[in-house]
């Protein structure tokens, strides 16, 4: 499908059908539509632009305190007028992040409804709204067709930049303290566009359309390409969604990408949009290995299983298989993409569904030498423990970088803001990790990705303009 631009936007199905429908208009803020074409047809549409609709993916506690946005500041009560609308994979309502106690009805501006059949809204998630794909086999058994998350990202990104205070959140134990949003008493609205399969353009766009038309202050959005296939705005969907916000007072916050640490790995460079890296926090979690011979090595992860001291054969991965039906040599004995790769994943730590975590290289050389020294080598996993990282704030190793590759002389991301290990509410339908045989789902999740504070800083000058924000975030001190 093609999206074209007339003045105009149009995504288009690429088809040889003789019957060309209409599947959306675009018509709040700008004009477009998607409909059904093949190239030639295509090519002889008379309007700014014409591309096809493709998929992007999403991109993924003290944070707020740390960067000096601090809760107990004095501001005036305008804090619980700006509303964040939310462009990602729904929300869990019932999440305490989005209870609407002591909150009044949302403000006279709203002018959006909440379209969901298996939650009602409230007066902190004010709207929410759904766009199924237009391909409807696109959906898989994972997939609620409402604005209900049941994947956990859209519950996380929206309680990071809105959510209430939850004392005492952890992730079974971790991080333990008060998971906060930057602005908790903003008002959210929901657009859920992602999938188990992907967000559809069409529907970015669509949502972009309506949240424009419904009053939102500031767009979130956490999506991406893996890698851009356009050096053209007017081609790109979220340079023409957030380039139409812009012009309605509108600011959109995008995430700068997941792809780095190389130069020009950008996923997002929208000139009218605050293009946002991720940095580490002040904090890190360590695991310990302890090898056979007595010696230690910390390393990272999220790992929450106690193995109380108990040493365990190191064997190849490969043999694991043989162990449980099910698992096969070539499967087992694979790495992560990049994980041996020098200072990969050094600053962020992720969640296995058995005890794990990964080592500096240089003490994987020296782990080499102890099972080239014995005939039974072992070793043991200790849990995560919290410490204190001094070297914050550093950009995050998988933090996409500059410099812009469509407009060169515009300096992209424009800030980093803490994305690594962030603590935030979570689908508690969705495992907390993508990790094969994972099984647990709670209600707190730890992961990685960028972030934004735009809300924070309307929340005090409510009458300023996407250009002003913008301007303050670079120069904030």
Same mark, same amino acid.
């Given at each position: ?8 936007? $149009?995504? %288009?199905?690429?088809?040889? @059908?003789? &019957?060309?429908?209409? #599947? ?36 993924? &506690? ?6 000096? *946005? ?12 700006? $509303? ?6 729904? !929300? ?28 009602? %809204?409230?007066?902190? /998630? ?43 959140? @952890? ?32 529907? /970015? #766009? ?11 202050? /500031? ?32 600011? &959109?916050? #995008? @995430? ?15 000139? +009218? ?25 910390? =390393?990272? @992860? ?14 190849? =991965? ?16 694979? %790495? ?20 794990? %975590? ?5 003490? !994987? ?32 190793? *998988? ?23 962030? $603590? ?14 994972? &099984? ?16 924070? $800083? ?5 009458? +300023? ?13």
């Amino acid at each position: 499908m093609k999206l074209l631009v007339c003045s105009t936007i $149009i995504i %288009c199905y690429n088809s040889n @059908s003789t &019957t060309k429908t209409i #599947l959306y208009y675009y018509w709040h803020s700008f004009n477009g539509f998607v409909v059904k074409l093949n190239e030639k047809e295509a090519d002889k549409m008379a309007v700014v632009s014409v591309f096809p609709d493709e998929k992007r993916q999403l991109l993924t &506690t003290r944070s707020w305190d740390f960067i000096g *946005f601090t809760q107990e500041v004095e501001r005036q009560n305008y804090e619980s007028d700006v $509303i964040v609308g939310v462009i990602d994979s729904g !929300v869990w309502p019932e999440s305490k992040s989005f209870d609407d106690k002591g909150f009044s009805p949302p403000p006279a501006k709203w002018k959006g409804s909440c379209q969901a059949f298996d939650f009602t %809204c409230n007066n902190k /998630i004010i709207g929410a709204k759904f766009y199924p794909p237009l391909h409807h086999n696109a959906l898989s058994s994972k997939d609620i067709e409402s604005p209900r998350d049941s994947s956990g990202h859209g519950t996380h990104t929206a309680s990071t930049v809105a959510g209430n205070s939850i004392s005492m959140a @952890s992730m079974l134990g971790l991080a333990q303290g008060t998971a906060r949003g930057g602005v908790p008493s903003a008002r959210i609205a929901v657009y859920k566009v992602c999938w188990s399969d992907g967000c559809n353009e069409a529907s /970015i #766009l669509a949502a972009f359309d309506d949240a424009i038309k419904d009053g939102v202050d /500031i767009l979130s959005v956490s999506i991406s390409e893996s890698v851009s296939k356009t050096n053209i705005h007017f081609k790109d969907v979220l340079s023409v969604g957030s380039f139409h916000a812009m012009k309605h007072g509108v600011l &959109t916050v #995008l @995430s700068a990408g997941n792809t780095g640490p190389y130069p020009k790995s950008l996923q997002n460079y929208q000139p +009218w949009a605050i293009i946002v890296g991720a940095s580490t926090l002040d904090r890190k979690f360590v695991t310990k290995v302890k090898t056979g011979n007595n010696i230690a090595y910390e =390393g990272i @992860s999220l790992n929450t299983f106690d193995l109380k001291g108990k040493y365990y054969p190191i064997i190849y =991965g490969g043999d694991a298989a043989k162990k449980r039906p099910g698992f096969d040599q070539d499967s087992s004995r694979n %790495c992560l993409t990049n994980l041996m790769q020098e200072q990969a994943y050094i600053d962020m730590a992720i969640s296995f569904p058995l005890p794990a %975590c990964y080592l500096q290289s240089k003490d !994987v050389v020296k782990i080499h030498t102890y099972i080239r020294s014995t005939s039974f080598p072992t070793a043991t996993i200790f849990k995560t423990i919290e410490l204190k990282d001094s070297l914050a704030r550093i950009v995050a190793f *998988f933090s996409s970088r500059g410099l812009n590759n469509v407009t060169s002389e515009i300096l992209k991301p424009d800030l980093i803001a803490p994305g690594v290990d962030i $603590i935030a509410s979570w689908s508690p339908i969705s495992p907390i990790s993508e990790i094969f045989s994972e &099984t647990r789902k709670l209600k707190f999740n730890i992961i990685s990705g960028t972030s934004g504070a735009a809300a924070y $800083i309307k929340s005090f000058h409510p009458t +300023w303009s996407p250009a002003a924000i913008r301007c303050t975030y670079q120069f904030r001190k």
